[in-house]
Structures are given as C-alpha cells and as structure tokens.
C-alpha cells in the first residue's frame, strides 16, 4: 500500500509549481541535502549522498568559529553531545547549544565526510552572532517559527502537528522507498513552506525570475536573520565551488534553507564566483568575550517535550528507529511502556497488550502507513491502557509539551520515548579551566569523592569548603545538595553545615557551561551572582541572592552590582518586605562572625538604601485617618530604621536628624494610619528626644477604636521608655522624669477607666494585642502597678493569672449589664 | 443542507435487508419514511439525512477495503467527518484529526468506544457522525437518565399480544441494543453515567459474548447474536458524574477518547460564526452576526473557560460549562435580540444580558466572578466592541 503524501503535496501548492523554484541555473558540481535536524531519514541520505558523491568538500549548517577545532569532535565521544557557546558582555552573558545524536544529519555529516577524506567546515555564523539572540538551541525546528504554512499542510494531510507530519513524509518509508524519491518527496516538502513563508513575509519569487540580480528586497528591508545566515552560508558555498570547480560540492543543512541558498548561489555572478575566496570568521565586538566548548548532551535536554526550541521529539524513539528500523522501535518502544508501567504497579494486561498492538496496526493502515509510527503507536497504547476520561489533552497531538495533569499513563510513555541517555565526552576533550579549578579545588578539601560531609562553620578551612560547595550551586551544578546549616536571613545559631555530595550525570555538562561565566569557580560565581542582582525580578530575588553572596564569602561585588543592588531596593514599593530585608540584613552587618559578613560593605550599602527607601515610603503609607488594624510586620519596618539609625548611623553615615524629623511628621500626621503613627511617636523617643508631652500625645492619640492600635506602635518602638515611672506614682528609681509628668501607662490606665462599657468592648481586642508587646515578665510587673493605682495590695501575677479567665467575656458581659441597666433606666422601671 | 428525497433508493445498505423479518419490518420503514417525507420540516434530521448526498458520493467513490458489516471504509469514514475540500466532502468536526483516527479503529476492533469530556463539546454530535459513517444510520439511540431502564436498552413487550400469544417475536418489541446486535448497527448510549449502575451493566455480556439472551423465547430465538458491524459508541461528560461511576468490568470493554474544547481560537471562532449564522437564518433573520462581537463573545468565553486571559493573567473560572456549544447558543440570541429589538446584528452590550442568563444561570458565585471578570480585565481592552462590552457591565442582574 503506497502512502500517499506525494499525491497529496500537488494540489496543496496552487500558486507555485514546485519546478518553478528551482532555481534555473544550479551549479551542477553542487548537491544540497535539506534535513530536518535530527531526522534518522535525513541522516541516511546523507550518507547515501556521501557514499554516491565522494565530495570533495562537506559543507555544514554549524558554527564556522570552530572549525579549527573540528578535531575534537571525532575523538570518540558517546553522543549526544553539544557544543556550547557562551557570550559574556560584562555581566550578562547569553548561552547557546548546538546538540548532535548518533541519528543527526550534521553528525554523519562530519563523520562520513571526514571518513571519505572531503573537507569538512561548519558554515553558518558563529553562536554569539546577533542572528542567534533570540535562539538557544540552534538546530530548533527553523519551520517551527512559522506555525502558519505548517499548519495550512498539517489539516490537507489530515495530521495533528508537524512533527506526525514529518513521520508520516519521512521517517516511516525511509527504509523503503529509494533515496532518490525521499528526497524529492522531502525537498518538495520543504519548498512548499518556504515559499509559503516567503509569500508571507515578502514578493517570493521575484529574485528567481530574474537570476542576475542580487535579492534586492535586503536594501529596502531589514533582512531576516535568516536571510543573514543565509548570505553568509551561500559565500562558503561560492568559495567551495571555487576551489574544486569540477569535484562535487555536498552541502547539509536545514530544509528551510535548501531553496534559499540554491537561489543566492545561482544568482552569483561570473565574476564573484571568480573571486569567491573563504570567508573571513566574523570577530565577536570587542567588549565580548565568547568561548565554545564541547559538552556532554542529553536526550531529556533533546527531546521537544520538555525543553522549549528544540528539533525532533522523542529521541529515545528515533534513536531506536536508527539502529533498528521502524519495526524494532516499535517493539522495543511497547516494551519500555510496558516495563515502566508494571514498575509503577499498574496492571497491563496480555489482552491490553493485544488491544494495543491491533489497535496501533490499525492506526498505521488507516493513517497510510507501512509500519506503525510514533504517533500511533502512543495512540494504540492510550486506547488500549487509558480507560478514563484524560484532564489534558495528549502530548503528541499538540504543540506544546507536557502540562501539569497530564494522566500519569502518558507520562511514562512520553518518558520511555524520550530516554535518558546521556552523553559522555573522550577523556581528551578540551575543557574551559573552570572545570580544572573546581577539580583541583574539590580535591584540596576532600570533597571529591560521594559523600555526606559536615562542615564546621567556626573553623576557617572548613568555611572555605562550605564556601567552595556555595559556589558550586550557585553555579546550578548539580550533585552538591545542602542538607541544612545557618540561614543569613533568619537569626539563628547553627554552626555546621551537612551536605550530600553525590554523581551526577549532568555535572560535567554544567560545570563546563558554567565555565562561560569566568575561568574560576570564585569568578563564575560572583559574576552570575551579580547578574541575579541585576536581572533579577525586585527586592525578592536580589535579596536572594546578596545572601547566597554572603554564603559564598563573595565579600567585595563590583559597584556596577552594589548600585543595581541599592536600585532594585529603591525600586520596590512594599514596606513588609524591605523590613524584613532590613532586619536580616543589620543582623548580618552587625552581628555576623560565622559567615565573615560583619561590616561588609555590600551589606552596608544596601542597609543605607533600604533605609533611605523607607522612610519615603512610610510617610507615603495613609489610611485617611480612621481605625486600621496594627500590621506587626510595618511596625516591624519601623523598628528596623530604628535599629539602623541606633547601631550604624555612624559607620555608614546615616542621616538621624532626617529619620527623626520623618518619624516626627508621620506621627503627627492624622491621616497615617494609627500603629504607624504611634511607632513613628516611639521611634523618636525610643533614640533619646524626650517628647514633650507625652501624656497629650497619648490622649489624643484616638478613641477607643484607635488606641490599642496606636499602642502597638508606640509599645513595639519604646517600651522600656513606658515602663518608666511618672512621680505621680510612687517614688520613682526613674533617671529623669518631668516632674509634673505621668508615666505613659498610668495615663492608658486612665484611659481605660473612663472608657464606656461599649467602648472597653470595642477596644479590648487590640489593647491586647498591643501589651503583647511586653515579655511576660514585664507584664507581671505592669499588672502589679495597676492594681496599686486601684488601691488593691495585691501581686500582678495573682490578677493575670487567676481573676480573669477571659477578659473578652468579661467586658461583654459588663456591656450587657449597663445596656440592661440603661433600658431599665429609659423605661422608668429603675429610680 | 442536503436535499434527501432519495434516501431510500440512493443506499443500498447490503447486508441489512435480510434481517428485517425478524424484528425490523415495521420500524424500518417508518424510520425511513418519516425521515424522508418529513426531512424538511424537521427541526434537527439525522446526520445520515442532513449528509445523504456526501454519503452517497463517498460510498460510489470507496475503493478501500471495509470493515465487516459497514457501511463505508475507514478512510472513506474518516474523510466523512474531517472533510476532503477536493471531494467536496464539508469538515463536520473540528478537533484533532488522530482522535477520529483512534475512535474509528476503536470501533472496527471488538471494543466499544467511549467518548467523555466537558459538556458541550460536541461529544453526541461526534457519536452521530461516526454511526452516520460506520452504519450509515445514527438512529438507534438510546437516552441515558436517572429513569432510564433496561427495556428502553434490550427490548420490551406489547402486553396485548403478549396476554393473547404468550411470549414470541410477534409480540416482542425490540429496543435499539436487540436492533443493533440483531442487524449489525452502531447503537449509540448517550450520557450512560446517568444510568443507575445495574442497568449500565446489562452492556456487559453484548459488548464481551456478544450475544443477548432473551429468556422468555425459547429454541433459536432466545439467543440474540451480534451481526458484524454491531457495536456502542457511548458518551459521558465529566461535569455531572464521572466516569468513576462505572463498574470496572464495564470499563475495561470500552476504548475511552476524551473530546477536548477547541484549542485555537481562530477555529473556534469560526465555528461559533458559522453555527450562529446558520441559527439565525434559521430563525428567519438575513443578517449575518457582527464579527467583531463575536470575537469579543469567543474570547471572553475562552477566558471564563480557561480561568486565564489572552495576557496570561490568572482569573477565576466559571463553574458553569463554557463550551462552544454556549457561545454559539449566546451568538444566537445575541443576534435574535438585535435583530428584533433593535433592527441590527447585535452588539457587545446584548453579550452582557446574555451571559448571565447563559452562562452564569442562576449560580451568584458565577455571576459575581462575571462582574469581577467585566471590571477588573474587560474595562482594560481596546477597541470599541471591547469597550461598549464593558460600559454594559450594569446589565448583569443583582
């Protein structure tokens, strides 16, 4: 039975004849193989084209900046592997991957062409080029980035994606059909979405009728960045011809560009083919620094499931599909689903088995298929072994990847699919000298081997190892987990760190990756940390990461980081958590001696940000002036001004007179609201200005719905000032009352006595809330001092402990009784 | 809308003729005559009806090998339902094409097929094509529901000629499952988690033996075998009751798909402005709906639905069904109240009166979150339909 996607091609492509794109005048030595990246299909044609040709130069979509090296591709590596580029301008740097599997068309590419002695170069641009900014994997799905034309295809052919579509076009008849009519059926393919891209994005055909003239659309629109690679890769292509004019030229790269190079090479003229030398390698701008290495790859990192911008899903499939053919994939695939299944104790039955198996064939000749592909395959065994209704839709139908709630069936399948395989580099493979340092580094603290190591804090080179494993995963590689240890934005007093040192597949691949951000773990740290800072999303995440700073005893961050540190301070507009940042972080500056943070600059700098920050924004803070709820965590703000403004004013140049002069204002200010403003009342006396007159400021500090409020602030700021005793007590061991004062809590006391029994109701709940400001201990002796005032010779601790089960229940019931007596009274019935 | 004056004639429905002196003499040509002489009346005809003249073509044109016991073959099904624009076959359903594939082969295999997914997602429509293609007949339906008994599923009696005969295949009246099994036709059981337990159960022994026991009849007649071409196609939506209310025997004999909402908007979007078009001329109005609204309509449907803006913003999700089905029934009155109230194709503020008699019903949770969702995320938008959606905002009831 023929499939009949060919048959089905011709009539989609109305506007342009496929014959009409070939471009009239091909150079006959030149072959271009147009692949989709990663295709097993594409990389046997290919070989079959290398075996055919005997080219005498192999040219390749790939980054001409490492073809001095090519070298080291063909050590012996296991793939997949990658090379990885990273950009650094100075603190951000951008990273970009160019993964090859056993199956990748450029792999048997570089391998066969290097085996039948051609001349092997990469010839597209360099990873750090501007064309690639936005990209990083370059062998992503060019088509991908126009779902359009893919998709127009897709509903003719009665398939669900692009990537069912490929199967069907490809892989499935690619053991079956000759090269040949492959790859007519794949070029067609890919000509019809070119064309139906460039119809889109510009006048197509307008350079192909008229071969003479260079593309003309690029003077008067910005080219694509396609079109920028493509320019470059076609003056390889000139220079190739040049060079052996009458030896065949094989060039592989992706399908999408396979029309446009044959356009820009027929339109070279005569003479810029004569002078067609190599082309130079662009330089990255001066500020740049690039570096690419050979990393090893994953098929999890491969697979279009789980990543964003790759090639082919499913690499654990296709790898299969190369060594096996179609029917040994599918068998081993079934296989594997089943082996996971039955891990995950769910039953698979015989009868499910032959469900799915007949239900897959069935699929196959239904769809038009020789074998069973991919798709139907997964179908076959979601029939078969899925019997309930699905929250998200099948993976495989659609575009994107797996979504939360998809059934845990499906996941497993898409998991056998995908693989995890990884790779592994040749022992010679050169490596960035980060890798070095943190080798010889792990080694000097004995950290290299599989281990959960204990680390004393207080000894030095034990804080150094605790400081090296920081780095470590700052850096993201993975294998260092901390167990538990100090934590800088919190007090605490552990002194030992545990950590879990163990091996892990992926961490040769990070730390040469991370070997893009400096040549030592020291540097690659600071510079990723101070690109958190900067890039970073607000105070949160900055903050993060000035502890993880301080953790990895990176003392001194550049001033570029300090002022983007004190900008994202400055930038954020939620006094909650710059308090708390400002509490942890004095803490550090004057306290710390564990993490060797006490006094450290970068510490400083952001304490006289945030405070700066603060004080504007609570003045901004206003309630237009009626009963607010104390927020413990704003009063909590304003003690941590305080706190500054006490302990480090003077190191840091800290302007008090301006904090007091802003406390002063907002707790005369009626429209702040009332716990603010009492702190803002306590601020000032808490650092030593007497206020002069107390006792008013109490008074009119509201009425019973405002003033447990107001205490809070004021008691969570000063209570040690409250507790001091007016000489209108008993006399006092105070240092220096006004004479003719009260102290603060006889005045509440007086507050509190005059109170309605309604307004007492009323107010109970926050005046509570406000004593809890005091420890115990001093609420014994407060409870002690009342009861004296009210002439009861008694100790406090008998009237808090015992009298009064549930103060709330009292004033309830005392409200009750005066409403009774008032209704008594309005009714007459009292005299 | 097809012409089906010639049903009778143009199918030739090879291997069903034989079968009719048992059971099927009466009916079969009711069936046909009622839907033939009366088709254009018909409020709603049966696929088969609506679509005869498609049928016909796909079933003169079928080269390829059919299943035992159907009508059309698998590809020609296929291309029934998804369309062929060069055969001049319409696309009838919009979803992904591999779940078509996968319910067809479920059919052709001795399983049966279950369709589940949210309400109003074109689930009954999906099960009356596929019977349309496989059996050429979507009419053996039976209604899932709290009353529903196993007469109305296997077969019932006509008490007079019972008294008077006793038991025998005169005086049996056959349901759609006896017909089905007995002719070798899809039967369709739509909403079968309505059913009690017990009586989704009397499926059990058909879809695995294939055979039906009639115990009052006795010899040959109190076996009923399974023809080819027998077998369900039910449906279940997991809003009302789940699938979980299935006994796992049962599930086990079903091929389960689940229908998804449409996942792109343009589609969706089409197809509310085409069923809403076709409603409306229905209707007796010529103009067709404003495109504009109808976007304002969809989108705001898709959001309700999906509990996330176009922007990406998290809001809350309705709990009452969104569905496609919904937004074309809103369309729809949208135009019937600009048309008769007003002279015009309606307008985004009609959306607003609509909405909350459709979608938010009579729950206020959902109609304070359709108040939340006008004020916090419409007022925002652009454009004027957008703007007119929410200046009517006041319109929501409470």
Known sequence: MLPKPLNGLNPLNPMQPAAALEPPATPEMLTIVGVRHHSPACAKLVREAIDRLQPAHVLIEGPADVNPRLGEFLLGHELPIAVFTSARRGLTSQASWSPFCDYSPEWIALREGTRSGAQVRFIDLPAWHPAFATMANRYADAERRYTQAVDGLCRTLGTDNSDTLWDHLAEIDAGDIPAAELSARLNTYFDLIRSAVDGIGEPASGSAAEPSAEPTTETTTEPTTDEVREAYMARWIAAALRDTPDRPVLVVCGGFHRPALLRRVAAFSYREMEDAYWPEIPAPEPDVTAVSYLVPYSFRRLDAFVGYQSGMPSPAYYQRLWELGPRGAASALTGEVVDRLRARNQPVSTADLIAARVTGEGLASVRGHRHPARADLLDGLVSALVGEALDRPLPWTGRGGLTVGTHPAVVEMVAALSGDRTGRLHPDTPLPPLVHDAEAELERHGLDQPQTATLDLTAHVRRDASRLLHRLRVLRVPGYERLSGPDPSVEDSTFTEQWRIAVDPDRLAALIEAGGHGPTVELAARAVLGERVLTGGGLDSAARALFDAVLCGIEDLSGQVLSGLAAAVAADGDVEALGTVLTAVLGLWRHDRLLAAEQSATLGAVVVAAVDRLLWLLELVQTGGGPAPAEPRRIAAVRAVRDAIRYAAAKLGLDAVRATAVMARIAGNAAAPPDLRGAAFGFGWSLGTPPPDAERTIRAAGGAAVLGDWLSGLFALAREQCLEEGPGEEPSQGPDQGPEQLSALAVVDALVAAMTDHDLLVALPALRQAFGYFPPRERETIAGRIARRHGFDDSGRALLRDRIEDPLALARGRELDSHVQAVLEREGLLW | ?398
């Open chain 2, 1 to 398: 809308m097809s012409e089906s004056t010639d049903w009778s004639g143009t199918t030739d429905r090879s291997g069903t003729t034989d079968t009719t002196d048992r059971f099927g003499t009466l009916d079969r040509v009711s069936t046909s005559e009622i839907l033939t002489s009366a088709a254009k009346r018909v409020q709603r005809p049966a696929a088969e009806v609506r679509y005869a003249d498609e049928l016909a073509r796909l079933r003169a044109a079928d080269d390829g090998e059919r299943p035992p016991g159907w009508a059309l073959s698998l590809r020609a099904a296929r291309r029934f339902i998804l369309g062929d624009d060069a055969a001049g076959i319409s696309r009838k359903f919009v979803g992904d094409p591999s779940l078509i594939d996968r319910a067809l082969v479920s059919l052709a295999t001795s399983r049966g097929l279950m369709l589940v997914g949210e309400p109003g997602t074109a689930k009954s429509l999906l099960s009356e094509l596929l019977a349309a293609a496989v059996s050429g007949d979507s009419t053996l339906t039976i209604q899932g529901g709290a009353a529903t008994t196993e007469d109305q599923i296997k077969y019932s009696w006509n008490y007079a000629l019972l008294v008077a005969e006793g038991p025998s295949n005169r005086s049996l009246v056959p349901a759609p499952l006896l017909r089905g099994m007995a002719e070798g036709r899809v039967v369709r059981f739509e909403e079968i988690t309505r059913c009690p337990l017990e009586v989704q159960d009397c499926l059990l022994s058909p879809l695995s033996d294939r055979v039906l026991a009639v115990p009052e009849l006795s010899g040959a007649d109190a076996l009923v075998f399974a023809r080819e071409g027998f077998n369900v196609i039910a449906t279940a939506n997991t809003r009302d009751r789940g699938v979980n209310e299935m006994s796992a025997a049962l599930k086990r004999r079903f091929n389960f798909e689940t229908v998804f909402p449409i996942p792109d908007f343009e589609t969706e979007l089409g197809l509310v402005e085409q069923e809403a078009t076709h409603l409306l001329q229905g209707s007796g109005i010529a103009l067709p709906p404003n495109r504009d609204v109808l976007e304002v309509l969809v989108t705001a449907f898709r959001e309700l639905r999906d509990g996330r803006t176009e922007r990406g913003d998290a809001m809350e999700r309705l709990s009452s069904v969104m569905s496609t089905a919904e937004a074309v029934s809103v369309a729809h009155a949208v135009g019937l109240r600009g048309w008769f109230l007003r002279g015009d194709a309606g307008s985004a503020s009609d959306i607003v009166e609509c909405l909350a008699g459709t979608a938010a019903k009579d729950n206020a949770e959902d109609l304070a979150r359709l108040r939340t969702y006008l004020e916090q995320h419409v007022g925002r938008r652009k454009g004027a339909q957008w703007q007119e959606f929410y200046g009517a905002r006041h319109l929501l009831p409470g």
